[in-house]
C-alpha cells in the first residue's frame, strides 16, 4: 500500500539550530514533492516544491532535498526562529496530492 | 501569492441539518479545486476535485450523495455536507490550482464543522 512518513511528530530544537525533518514514501512515483507549513486551526501554506530530476532547492533559510533512489525528502530550516514553530508537511504528486501527518517544529527562544 | 478564502471559518450544527461551506479564489481564476479533511493531528485527506462546470471526481470511500460539490465558476465551489452527523466534524480545507496535476495548490483558511 502507499505510504508517507515524516520522521517524528515532535521536533523540539533551541532557536538558531538547525531543523532536520524527514519524510519517506512507498509505492508512489512522484514527478515533484512539496513541503507546506500549517499552523494550528489554518490550511496549509506552501514553501518549497521540488522536482523528482531536481536533487536539492532552496529558499531563504530553507533547503530541501529529493532522493528518488531513496524515496526520501529532507526538509532542513537553518538559523531556526521562535516563528519557525508550525507543523511542517510534505506532500506528493502523482495523479494528485497526497500528505504526511506531519512533523510539528518547537523552536524554544 | 494567490488568495483561497472560506466561509464560514466555523459552524457549529445540529445532527441531521446541512452545512454549506464555500471556497472563493480571490485573485486568480481555478480551474481545478479540491477540497481536503482533516481530523486531529491526522494528515489531510482528499475528499473530491472539482473542475469548473463539470462534475465532482470524489475519492474512493468518499459518498458523493453526503457530500455535495459544486464548481459553478472559476473562482466559487461549495461543498455542502447533508445530513451531518457528529462523525462528520472535522477541519474542512479547499484549495485551488491553476492545473488538474497541481503544481502548486494554494489553500484556504479550512472551515471548523461541529456536528452536535
Known amino acids: 500500500s502507499q505510504k508517507i512518513e515524516q520522521n517524528s511528530e515532535a521536533l523540539n530544537i533551541q532557536e538558531g539550530k538547525t531543523a532536520t525533518l524527514t519524510c519517506n514514501y512507498t509505492n508512489y512515483s512522484p514527478a515533484y514533492l512539496q513541503w507546506y507549513r500549517q499552523d494550528p486551526g489554518r490550511g496549509p501554506v506552501f514553501l518549497l516544491l521540488?522536482?523528482?530530476?531536481?536533487k536539492e532547492k532552496r529558499k531563504e533559510r530553507l533547503k530541501v532535498t529529493f532522493d528518488t533512489t531513496l524515496k526520501q525528502s529532507l526538509f532542513h530550516i537553518t538559523a531556526s526562529q521562535p516563528a519557525d514553530s508550525a507543523t511542517y508537511l510534505c506532500?506528493?504528486?502523482?495523479?494528485?496530492?497526497?500528505f504526511g501527518a506531519g512533523t510539528t517544529v518547537t523552536v524554544r527562544a | 501569492g494567490a488568495v483561497v478564502s472560506q466561509h464560514p471559518s466555523w459552524v457549529i450544527c445540529k445532527s441531521g441539518t446541512s452545512v454549506k461551506i464555500e471556497c472563493r479564489s480571490l485573485?486568480?481564476?481555478?480551474?481545478?479545486m479540491f477540497w481536503y479533511r482533516q481530523f486531529p493531528k491526522q494528515s489531510l485527506m482528499l475528499m473530491a476535485t472539482s473542475n469548473e462546470g463539470s462534475k465532482a471526481t470524489y475519492e474512493q470511500g468518499v459518498e458523493k450523495d453526503k457530500f455535495l460539490i459544486n464548481h459553478a465558476s472559476l473562482t466559487l465551489s461549495t461543498l455542502t455536507v447533508t445530513s451531518a452527523h457528529p462523525e462528520d466534524s472535522s477541519f474542512y480545507i479547499c484549495s485551488a490550482g491553476t492545473s488538474g496535476r497541481g503544481d502548486e495548490q494554494f489553500f484556504g483558511p479550512g472551515t471548523r464543522l461541529t456536528v452536535l
Open positions: 485573485d486568480f481564476q481555478a480551474t481545478t
Open positions: 506532500a506528493l504528486n502523482d495523479y494528485k496530492l497526497s
Open positions: 521540488i522536482r523528482e530530476n531536481e
